[in-house]
């Protein structure tokens, strides 16, 4: 990936969408970041512009994870989504894969695990 | 011991045993009349016991069976199966009740201590405490990614990043914490799976 990176993140807790925008902003100035703290603020971003990498919150106050990852796809289906979830076990996560969310981030999460995301999908595990 | 002493200690008994149990339990009189209620079926159902002074017990319990009697019957069995009551504010509380029955001489029904454990309780306690175990994920995440940043901000010889190291250490302590409280539910541990989907045929990411 070359040039500018556009991400978005989308969490109705106020320190993660805080840490992940600091996390990418730590990368230079080649990684630009919009945060929205609900469903709805996102899917509106979404609709305006293009995003690279999307992080989506599994579950928020305004609605479910599952539901933006499809509105935002309908929209923007070359974006790459990672879901951010506290349940590992959550059947949304299972829902997410199939609907095209590249893969997903487990709270609390690293550093590495952020910057992992923005730079590309791992190799598939086996 | 005389006969007040024997009654004052069974009364001393039962108020200790109201107190002291976690599960719903009333006593009733031969006709399924409340008696008197402990805390945990106030809090549960939402009747204050001045409210249940009159009201029979078949009036809270959900079932089909028409005669009060009929409809009261698993509630007086030592093992009664699987009930329900219906609380104040019109909720379904499944219970499974067991109780002591009290005779006359000729044999007659008197009464009941009913003593009901709510079906559902450990599986509140579980999502209550899988509930804080997620919350406490939240400002973890902040407090691993904020020190993991600080450290990277300034030299290994900048005391501020020996202090963020001990942050971190100390964050991940809580994080070990939550994991084994997450274990002791039989929740399954966290993890990063960046991409456990397979990638499907030219789905190369590509540069933009």
């Known amino acids: 990936m070359s040039g500018r990176i556009r991400t978005l993140v989308v969490d109705d807790e106020k320190i993660i969408c805080e ?9 230079g ?9 609900s469903c709805e603020e996102g899917l509106r971003l979404a609709r305006q512009q293009a995003f690279d990498v999307v992080f989506l919150d599994v579950r928020m106050e305004d609605g479910c994870g599952v539901d933006l990852l499809k509105r935002i796809r309908e929209h923007q289906p070359g974006a790459r989504i990672y879901m951010i ?21 487990s709270k609390p999460f690293r550093v590495k695990d952020i910057l992992g995301a923005l730079h590309g999908p791992a190799p598939a595990s086996a | 011991m005389g006969r007040l002493s024997e009654l004052e200690e069974i009364a001393r008994r039962y ?7 976690t599960s719903l339990l009333f ?3 031969g006709a399924g009349r409340f008696l008197d209620v ?3 079926f106030s809090r549960r159902l939402g009747y204050f016991p001045s409210e249940l002074a009159g009201m029979r017990l078949y009036e809270i319990i959900d079932g089909k069976a028409e005669d009060p009697r009929q409809k009261m019957m698993p509630f007086f069995a030592r093992n009664g199966g699987r009930q ?4 104040k504010d019109g909720r379904r509380v499944a219970v499974s009740p067991s109780s002591v029955g009290r005779y006359t001489e000729d044999g007659r029904f008197a ?4 003593v009901c454990r709510a079906l559902d309780e450990g599986k509140e306690r579980v999502g209550a405490i899988e509930e804080a175990a997620q919350e406490m994920n939240q400002p973890l995440s902040g407090i691993y990614g904020y020190s993991e940043l600080l450290k990277g901000t300034v030299g290994p010889r900048d005391p501020a990043y020996r202090y963020a190291k001990k942050i971190y250490e100390q964050s991940e302590r809580l994080a070990a914490l939550v994991k084994r409280i997450k274990a002791e539910q039989g929740l399954p541990p966290d993890g990063l799976a960046p991409d456990v989907r397979p990638p499907e045929p030219g789905e190369q990411e590509t540069d933009r």
């Open chain 2, 84 to 87: 329900t009551l219906v609380a």
């Open chain 2, 38 to 40: 402990n805390e945990e």
């Open chain 2, 15 to 21: 108020d200790d045993l109201k107190r002291a149990i």
């Open chain 1, 85 to 105: 979830t506290g349940y590992r076990a959550d059947k949304e996560i299972q829902q997410a894969l199939a609907e095209g969310a590249a893969g997903f981030i």
């Open chain 2, 27 to 29: 006593v009733v009189d």
């Open chain 1, 29 to 37: 100035g080649r990684v630009e970041t919009l945060a929205a703290q």
């Open chain 2, 111 to 114: 009464g009941a201590l009913v």
């Open chain 1, 19 to 27: 840490i992940v925008r600091d996390i990418l902003v730590s990368e």
